[in-house]
Structures are given as C-alpha cells and as structure tokens.
T-cell receptor
C-alpha cells in the first residue's frame, strides 16, 4: 500500500517559469516531510523539508507547502532552471521510517 | 552536506553467487543506516534499518537470510545479497542518519550514490 503518492510521473516546464510538483499522503501520523532530488544512477540529495506543524517553508528558489487537511504537499521551484531537471521524490516520516513517493521527473526546457 | 559513499557503484555477477555492497559515512558517525531498493520507475523501497552493534530490522517481505546486513561500526554498514538471482537485479541505495547532536535526534538522512546490481 503506497502511503505517499506522486501522481504525475513527469512534468515539463519552460526555463524561468514555475515548476509545481505535487505529493499526496494517506497517513495523518506523518510528522515530517521532505523533498529529494535525484539524478540518474545517483542517490537522492536532500532539497527541503517541512514539519507537520508548519504550512510553508522557503529556501531560495524552493518552497514547500503543506496542507494537512487535504494530506497534500507541493514543491514550488521558481524560477525553474535547466539544472533543476531531475527526478523529485517526496518523503514522509513516521517514527523511525521514511516513506517515499514514486517520483516525478522534471524537465526544464531552455 | 554529509557524505555517504557506496562501493561498488556497479556490479555484475552470475546467478548463484553472493555480492557485498558497502556503505560508509565519511564525515559523521551514523548510528542508524537504511538500505533501500529501487526498481525502474518505482519508489525507493525500504528494505531494512540497521543500528550499530545490533541486528537489522527488516521490512515485511524482505528475506533476512538473503539480504544480510552488518553494521559493525559507526561508519560502515554492508549489505550482502546471497545466492543472487536475476530478479535481485536492482539499484540499491543506503542512507545514514547521524546520531544525537546536543540531545536532539537528527531526523535527516544522507544518501549514498547507489549500487547497480545486475545478475546474469
């Protein structure tokens, strides 16, 4: 049972525009959410996180929004750059475990 | 950020042989290490959690006798795929979590670059 879902397997955005990646989860006990960026044949690298007690966290071009009532979080990247092209995973923490979504492949078109 | 290395990065082995994958945290002591497996176009699936000096905790459906995990030191964990079969071909990724810092548990985990296993 997939507790963390990313329903869009891919997304294409023009350079300079906003990229919005979405993530839905089912377990209301998750208390910490993270976004990871992954290039092919490499391990994920941490991007940004948000605690369940907040609804927004911003770090430079990256902003994560959390809507607990909808069990939904999103990652906004603005402005998008070609180097942002990668697979983005959202993850949720419960206890000692992290649960990952299936990833969204972002392509930023120059 | 913290550095986690994996060795080898890619290994090809014959069916029936065993393969050992190493995961090292290079600049911090990792009290907890995680092993994940990723199939193409699928999510990272947690296989097991290992704590230094104790037995690993395996996720449901993961054969502990097939995927042997050893976390002998605070900087090294190994995953041994025993009697590998073609269906074990996958991308294996480890991650490490630092220990207590100023009495605050660090929830962040740092991933290794992954190991691609191909079993022929």
């Amino acid at each position: 049972d997939q507790q963390v879902k990313q329903n869009s397997p891919s997304l294409s955005v023009q350079e300079g525009r906003i990229s919005i990646l979405n993530c839905d989860y089912t377990n209301s006990m998750f208390d910490y959410f993270l976004w990871y960026k992954k290039y092919p044949a490499e391990g994920p690298t941490f991007l940004i996180s948000i605690s369940s007690i907040k609804d927004k966290n911003e770090d430079g071009r990256f902003t994560v929004f959390l809507n607990k009532s909808a069990k939904h979080l999103s990652l906004h990247i603005v402005p998008s750059q070609p180097g942002d092209s990668a697979v983005y995973f959202c993850a949720a923490r419960f206890g000692n475990q992290f649960y990952f979504g299936t990833g969204t492949s972002l392509t930023v078109i120059p | 950020g913290a550095v986690v290395s994996q060795h080898p990065s890619w290994v090809i082995c014959k069916s029936g042989t065993s393969v050992k994958i190493e995961c090292r945290s290079l600049d911090f002591q990792a009290t907890t290490m995680f092993w994940y497996r990723q199939f193409p176009k699928q999510s990272l699936m947690l296989m097991a959690t290992s704590n230094e000096g104790s037995k690993a905790t395996y996720e449901q459906g993961v054969e502990k006798d097939k995927f042997l995990i050893n976390h002998a030191s605070l900087t090294l964990s190994t995953l041994t795929v025993t009697s590998a079969h073609p269906e074990d071909s996958s991308f294996y990724i480890c991650s490490s979590r630092p220990g207590l810092e100023n009495s605050v548990v660090s929830y962040e985990q740092y991933f290794g670059p992954g190991t691609r296993l191909t079993v022929t």
